[in-house]
């Protein structure tokens, strides 16, 4: 629940929304998955509570909301950031990716198609996240290596598949998308 | 059926659920919003044992948006499931310091969150309980009423005025006769910490309590929806009947999941707010400092040995430390009776298996439970046996393992069928071309390059630990269409047995996999029973009871078919969709004719929607006696060994495993994706507790670590180098009456991991280590130890 009061000064007269403790909400314009949104929001807020509560896109997990999993991982401007670490204060201007944007239309990306035949998930808990991390890998270095894989995904903890078959999928995914360019 | 035959058993299928998972279309319980839904959040106890003197609520019930505070006044009620040892909030005292004391219901979790800072409490502090010499000392009590609690008799052994919660054991043969036979005895003790499981999905719960009836509606993230219903109506007090357990994707489990656990006290909070859906969401710190763990244990075992390398005699003590609670942990413990001394023959042997309380967090099932920790004894034990006799650690075994003929420590016969251990061993030391110890001098030259390489393996060996009775079943309905729905009362946390059930409906039916969808969202008001999501007997008991449930259906078929057809039912056989005749193969009638009832052309209908079940119930088996826990506890014993090729760094105690390579009698691979999928996995997280993980608490028994910066899992470049899976599937000796020749395979791939871990790092440095973790500090104060010696 939210307070709305008008100030007027100037002429000018706008409406300031403020938090149930007293703190001005924020506006934040940006682009999640080539959607536009704005929002006012709590400047208090992470960027995944945004996902979650303003935007009710769930497919970003929570792991640890303490920057330390990786669950949360999302593509902001291009580089991979746990959401959780992120004000939402600060994606005003931003165009995020998240696992619900990685499909090509109706069809899986290579890399969703990788994760899948290389048994690359099992509880699924981690896999958004894992996928972005390696989409970000992917987008700026097309032909990484086992260690620069293990490196890009470092950040992003799976208890379930020993990392094995991960690392196999963004390999291959890898792969494909050179092929694909050629 | 021969090979040949199996068109789906053996293939390498995708995951049903993948699809769904990289797609963020799957939904957990953390992702679930109920309309009407509010928010929970605790209060932690933060002393390990203390009186609770009085709780101030009035302040927090004053703040805008709290819609209800609870306390263990309120929530009085017991749980437990072998041990009604636990109550759902604190009452008079708090056991451990995380216990949860209280809880506050608000319209967001914002506001729960602040709530609960106001709850004030006068606690008066206890003497604490730290380990289990303390515990066994019994100067002080954890539950001073255990001889008042509730537990399965004639299994467990509660010992009164103690901490012990429960003394069980074996007795065979004669040790004192024993001993006189051994040319040596040794003895050795060993320790393993208190390890998290760590789902990346934490414990969360929402509950719908009915205010006008007694029903109960739970969301959870649960490994065991049946056991849920069964546990929270009875803390409750109200019929199973009235408890609707819904468990959609769960994100990981590992046995953390498997009992009950947030849900009582969700349902209580429910309750308290006339009705409301409640949800209840772990925190990651709130995960380590309120749920369970793998309990710590030590294990000492004095062993007589003649000259030439076999066992005579064993004593064994293996005591667990549960923390403040032994819900499951009991039963932890009781699996030392029939597996703590490893894949040998021992024919005199005295083991004590004794759970023991403490004013810690608490314990639970863990992937392989109780497994782990006895192996690292065993198996070390077995490879500083072999040091001493100067006999090849692979030979040591050999001369001891299980074979046909011989029976278990329990006393259980080994059939060719039960599986091979000496195969397994056999392919782990061909694939790590083990030639024998390396040189003292060998080690000595290589010490001196800083790095130094070793290898080491080990046996391991399993059993599900469950009840004799443990039963299961499978629902499957035909649609107009001729596809299969098959329902089962097992959760796929990821193991994958959604997938493996559809592989063995699809080889019955001979229908395509596409055609063959195991439904998700397991609901007890609506799916089959399974006793447990645990233990790895799925495959076994799952397979048997959804490949009798499709026998069943094509039997159905057949008799309707067989009127139409004109003859006798037996001379029909099934296949492309289609029951026909065996000879005149175009005598056919479809499935998808024969789906709903057939209809002749002029409008008579025979038959009806094609809908069959299967149960299977565990077979034979029976309690272990109280007095020598002799008796027949294992269902499906699945056997293995791991090999390790790892290289130390002599600086910094840096352990790199080069190469794992782990073979299993599995009996048959049903899909070698998913097999490889928990051998991996397994591996690791046995990586994981042999060398990084595990709790530390200071001297008021409070956890120091309850946070991934300082009690993390492996990451990606934790893992070894090169893992090698080998699955023995030999006809002769695979399970004979599992599906196909399967055993369980889900837990034991993290079993002797660190042992043979253990035994790789003596082969390279010469230091014996006992206990876990092996982190770089450890390893390297030892290496600091063994220099100052003048050993190197």
Same mark, same amino acid.
């Given at each position: 629940?939210?307070?709305?009061?008008?100030?007027?000064?100037?002429?000018?007269?706008?409406?300031?929304?403020?938090?149930?403790?007293?703190?001005?909400?924020?506006?934040?314009?940006?682009?999640?998955?080539?959607?536009?949104?704005?929002?006012?929001?709590?400047?208090?807020?992470?960027?995944?509570?945004?996902?979650?509560?303003?935007?009710? #896109?769930?497919?970003?997990?929570?792991?640890?909301?303490?920057?330390?999993?990786?669950?949360?991982?999302?593509?902001?401007?291009?580089?991979?950031?746990?959401?959780?670490?992120?004000?939402?204060?600060?994606?005003?201007?931003?165009?995020?990716?998240?696992?619900?944007?990685?499909?090509?239309?109706?069809?899986?990306?290579?890399?969703?198609?990788?994760?899948?035949?290389?048994?690359?998930? &099992?509880?699924?808990?981690?896999?958004?996240?894992? /996928?972005?991390?390696?989409?970000?890998?992917?987008?700026?270095?097309?032909?990484?290596?086992?260690?620069?894989?293990?490196?890009?995904?470092?950040?992003?903890?799976?208890?379930?598949?020993?990392?094995?078959?991960?690392?196999?999928?963004? +390999?291959?995914?890898?792969?494909?998308?050179?092929?694909? #360019?050629? | 059926?021969?090979?040949?035959?199996?068109?789906?058993?053996?293939?390498?299928?995708? %995951?049903?659920?993948?699809?769904? $998972?990289?797609?963020?279309?799957?939904?957990?319980?953390?992702?679930?919003?109920?309309?009407?839904?509010?928010?929970?959040?605790?209060?932690?106890?933060?002393?390990?044992?203390?009186?609770?003197?009085?709780?101030?609520?009035?302040?927090?019930?004053?703040?805008?948006?709290?819609?209800?505070?609870?306390?263990?006044?309120?929530?009085?009620?017991?749980?437990? /499931?072998?041990?009604?040892?636990?109550?759902?909030?604190?009452?008079?005292?708090?056991?451990?310091?995380?216990?949860?004391?209280?809880?506050?219901?608000?319209?967001?979790?914002?506001?729960?969150?602040?709530?609960?800072?106001?709850?004030?409490?006068?606690?008066?502090?206890?003497?604490?309980?730290?380990?289990?010499?303390?515990?066994?000392?019994?100067?002080?009590?954890?539950?001073?009423?255990?001889?008042?609690?509730?537990? #399965?008799?004639?299994?467990?052994?509660?010992?009164?005025?103690?901490?012990?919660?429960?003394?069980?054991?074996?007795?065979?043969?004669?040790?004192?006769?024993?001993?006189?036979?051994?040319?040596?005895?040794?003895?050795?003790?060993?320790?393993?910490?208190?390890?998290?499981?760590?789902?990346?999905?934490?414990?969360?719960?929402?509950?719908?309590?009915?205010? !006008?009836?007694?029903?109960?509606?739970?969301?959870?993230?649960? &490994?065991?929806?049946?056991?849920?219903?069964?546990?929270?109506?009875?803390?409750?007090?109200?019929?199973?009947?009235?408890?609707?357990?819904?468990?959609?994707?769960?994100?990981?489990?590992?046995?953390?999941?498997?009992?009950?656990?947030?849900?009582?006290?969700?349902?209580?909070?429910?309750?308290?707010?006339?009705?409301?859906?409640?949800?209840? $969401? =772990?925190?990651?710190?709130?995960?380590?400092?309120?749920?369970?763990? %793998?309990?710590?244990?030590?294990?000492?075992?004095?062993?007589?040995?003649?000259?030439?390398?076999?066992?005579?005699?064993?004593?064994?003590?293996?005591?667990?430390?549960?923390?403040?609670?032994?819900?499951?942990?009991?039963?932890?413990?009781?699996?030392?009776?029939?597996?703590?001394?490893?894949?040998?023959?021992?024919?005199?042997?005295?083991?004590?298996?004794?759970?023991? !309380?403490?004013?810690?967090?608490?314990?639970?099932?863990?992937?392989?439970?109780?497994?782990?920790?006895?192996?690292?004894?065993?198996?070390?034990? =077995?490879?500083?046996?072999? &040091?001493?006799?100067?006999?090849?650690?692979?030979?040591?075994? =050999?001369?001891?393992?299980?074979?046909?003929?011989?029976?278990?420590?329990?006393?259980?016969?080994?059939?060719?069928?039960?599986?091979?251990?000496?195969?397994?061993?056999?392919?782990?030391?061909?694939?790590?071309?083990?030639?024998?110890?390396?040189?003292?001098?060998?080690?000595?030259?290589?010490?001196?390059?800083?790095?130094?390489?070793?290898?080491?393996?080990?046996?391991?060996?399993?059993?599900?630990?469950?009840?004799?009775?443990?039963?299961?079943?499978?629902?499957?309905? =035909?649609?107009?269409?001729?596809?299969?729905?098959?329902?089962?009362?097992?959760?796929?946390?990821? &193991?994958?047995?959604?997938?493996?059930?559809?592989?063995?409906?699809?080889?019955?039916?001979?229908?395509?996999?596409?055609?063959?969808?195991?439904?998700?969202?397991?609901? *007890?008001?609506?799916?089959? !029973?399974?006793?447990? *999501?645990?233990?790895?007997?799925?495959?076994?008991?799952?397979?048997?009871?959804? %490949?009798?449930?499709? +026998?069943?259906?094509?039997?159905?078929?057949?008799?309707?078919?067989?009127?139409?057809?004109?003859?006798?039912?037996?001379?029909?056989?099934?296949?492309?969709?289609?029951?026909?005749?065996?000879?005149?193969?175009?005598?056919?009638?479809?499935?998808?004719?024969?789906?709903?009832?057939?209809?002749?052309?002029?409008?008579?209908?025979?038959?009806?929607p094609l809908i069959s079940h299967g149960i299977y119930m565990a077979s034979g088996l029976t309690n272990p006696d109280p007095e020598t826990g002799q008796g027949r506890p294992g269902l499906v014993w699945t056997f293995g060994a791991h090999g390790v090729d790892l290289e130390v760094d002599v600086e910094t105690g840096e352990v790199n495993i080069l190469k794992v390579v782990s073979a299993f009698d599995i009996g048959k691979v049903i899909n070698r994706k998913l097999v490889d999928g928990q051998v991996f996995g397994g591996i690791v997280q046995g990586v994981g507790s042999a060398l990084i993980e595990g709790y530390k608490f200071d001297g008021d028994s409070k956890l120091l670590n309850p946070y991934f910066g300082d009690n993390r899992i492996p990451s990606s470049k934790d893992i070894p180098d090169e893992i090698k899976a080998i699955y023995i599937e030999e006809p002769e000796t695979a399970q004979v009456d599992g599906p196909y020749g399967a055993r369980?395979?889900?837990?034991?791939?993290?079993?002797?991991?660190?042992?043979?871990?253990?035994?790789?790092?003596?082969?390279?440095?010469?230091?014996?280590?006992?206990?876990?973790?092996?982190?770089?500090?450890?390893?390297?104060?030892?290496?600091?130890?063994?220099?100052?010696?003048?050993?190197?």
């Amino acid at each position: 629940m939210c307070s709305t009061e008008k100030v007027t000064g100037k002429n000018i007269e706008k409406c300031i929304e403020y938090t149930e403790s007293g703190l001005p909400k924020i506006t934040i314009r940006f682009e999640v998955n080539g959607d536009q949104f704005e929002k006012h929001v709590d400047p208090t807020m992470t960027l995944l509570q945004l996902l979650h509560h303003e935007l009710k #896109l769930f497919g970003t997990k929570e792991g640890c909301g303490e920057g330390e999993c990786g669950a949360c991982s999302i593509i902001m401007n291009g580089k991979a950031v746990n959401s959780c670490l992120v004000l939402a204060a600060e994606v005003d201007g931003a165009v995020l990716l998240t696992v619900e944007g990685l499909g090509r239309g109706n069809e899986l990306s290579i890399l969703q198609q990788e994760f899948i035949k290389y048994d690359a998930l &099992q509880c699924g808990f981690c896999t958004p996240g894992m /996928l972005m991390s390696a989409r970000s890998l992917l987008d700026r270095n097309p032909e990484p290596d086992d260690d620069e894989i293990k490196e890009a995904i470092e950040g992003n903890f799976c208890r379930c598949t020993g990392y094995v078959p991960i690392i196999a999928a963004v +390999r291959s995914a890898a792969k494909r998308e050179r092929e694909e #360019l050629k | 059926m021969s090979e040949k035959q199996l068109n789906h058993i053996g293939k390498g299928y995708d %995951r049903k659920d993948a699809q769904e $998972k990289v797609t963020g279309q799957a939904v957990y319980v953390h992702d679930m919003e109920v309309p009407g839904m509010l928010y929970a959040k605790v209060l932690l106890s933060p002393y390990a044992h203390a009186e609770i003197v009085s709780i101030d609520c009035s302040e927090a019930k004053k703040l805008k948006g709290v819609k209800a505070v609870v306390t263990g006044k309120e929530a009085c009620q017991r749980v437990g /499931l072998y041990m009604v040892d636990k109550n759902i909030m604190a009452g008079n005292k708090t056991r451990y310091q995380g216990e949860i004391v209280a809880a506050v219901v608000a319209e967001t979790e914002a506001i729960a969150e602040e709530a609960v800072t106001l709850i004030s409490i006068d606690y008066k502090e206890l003497p604490i309980v730290h380990n289990l010499d303390e515990a066994l000392e019994a100067k002080t009590l954890v539950h001073e009423d255990l001889h008042t609690y509730e537990y #399965l008799k004639g299994v467990f052994f509660p010992q009164k005025n103690t901490n012990i919660a429960s003394w069980n054991r074996t007795k065979k043969g004669d040790i004192k006769k024993g001993f006189e036979e051994a040319d040596f005895i040794f003895e050795d003790e060993f320790n393993v910490p208190a390890v998290a499981h760590v789902p990346m999905e934490t414990h969360v719960a929402i509950a719908q309590a009915d205010p !006008y009836s007694d029903k109960i509606k739970i969301w959870s993230s649960a &490994q065991s929806p049946f056991a849920v219903r069964q546990l929270l109506a009875k803390s409750m007090g109200i019929a199973k009947s009235n408890v609707n357990v819904i468990v959609p994707y769960v994100g990981g489990g590992f046995g953390g999941k498997a009992g009950v656990h947030l849900e009582p006290l969700v349902s209580v909070l429910s309750k308290a707010v006339h009705g409301r859906p409640v949800k209840l $969401k =772990m925190t990651r710190e709130e995960e380590f400092n309120i749920l369970p763990t %793998r309990a710590g244990m030590r294990a000492r075992f004095k062993t007589g040995m003649t000259k030439d390398g076999k066992i005579t005699a064993m004593e064994v003590y293996h005591d667990w430390d549960s923390g403040a609670y032994a819900d499951y942990g009991v039963n932890v413990g009781k699996t030392a009776v029939y597996s703590g001394a490893g894949a040998y023959v021992v024919p005199n042997i005295e083991l004590h298996s004794r759970t023991i !309380y403490t004013n810690k967090v608490f314990s639970t099932a863990y992937r392989g439970f109780g497994h782990l920790e006895t192996h690292w004894a065993v198996e070390r034990h =077995m490879d500083m046996m072999a &040091q001493k006799l100067d006999i090849d650690p692979y030979e040591l075994r =050999m001369r001891n393992i299980l074979k046909p003929g011989e029976t278990t420590i329990s006393g259980e016969l080994m059939y060719p069928t039960t599986g091979d251990p000496s195969a397994c061993l056999n392919a782990v030391t061909k694939e790590l071309n083990w030639t024998g110890r390396k040189s003292a001098e060998d080690r000595k030259r290589e010490w001196k390059t800083g790095k130094v390489r070793g290898q080491g393996f080990a046996m391991l060996q399993k059993a599900p630990a469950m009840p004799s009775y443990t039963s299961t079943a499978a629902i499957m309905q =035909m649609d107009e269409d001729g596809h299969v729905k098959v329902m089962i009362g097992a959760v796929d946390f990821g &193991q994958g047995a959604n997938t493996i059930m559809a592989q063995v409906a699809a080889e019955e039916l001979r229908v395509p996999l596409e055609d063959v969808e195991v439904v998700w969202n397991v609901e *007890t008001d609506k799916h089959p !029973y399974d006793w447990n *999501t645990v233990a790895s007997k799925y495959t076994f008991m799952g397979g048997n009871a959804v %490949r009798k449930a499709a +026998r069943n259906m094509i039997q159905q078929m057949k008799e309707v078919a067989a009127q139409v057809l004109r003859c006798h039912p037996d001379e029909l056989t099934h296949g492309d969709g289609y029951i026909y005749h065996v000879h005149q193969t175009h005598r056919r009638i479809s499935y998808v004719k024969l789906s709903m009832g057939y209809a002749y052309e002029n409008g008579n209908g025979i038959g009806g929607p094609l809908i069959s079940h299967g149960i299977y119930m565990a077979s034979g088996l029976t309690n272990p006696d109280p007095e020598t826990g002799q008796g027949r506890p294992g269902l499906v014993w699945t056997f293995g060994a791991h090999g390790v090729d790892l290289e130390v760094d002599v600086e910094t105690g840096e352990v790199n495993i080069l190469k794992v390579v782990s073979a299993f009698d599995i009996g048959k691979v049903i899909n070698r994706k998913l097999v490889d999928g928990q051998v991996f996995g397994g591996i690791v997280q046995g990586v994981g507790s042999a060398l990084i993980e595990g709790y530390k608490f200071d001297g008021d028994s409070k956890l120091l670590n309850p946070y991934f910066g300082d009690n993390r899992i492996p990451s990606s470049k934790d893992i070894p180098d090169e893992i090698k899976a080998i699955y023995i599937e030999e006809p002769e000796t695979a399970q004979v009456d599992g599906p196909y020749g399967a055993r369980g395979i889900g837990e034991h791939p993290m079993i002797s991991v660190p042992s043979a871990i253990g035994n790789a790092i003596y082969e390279a440095l010469g230091i014996n280590f006992h206990r876990l973790p092996l982190t770089p500090e450890n390893v390297a104060l030892a290496i600091d130890k063994h220099l100052k010696n003048g050993e190197e």
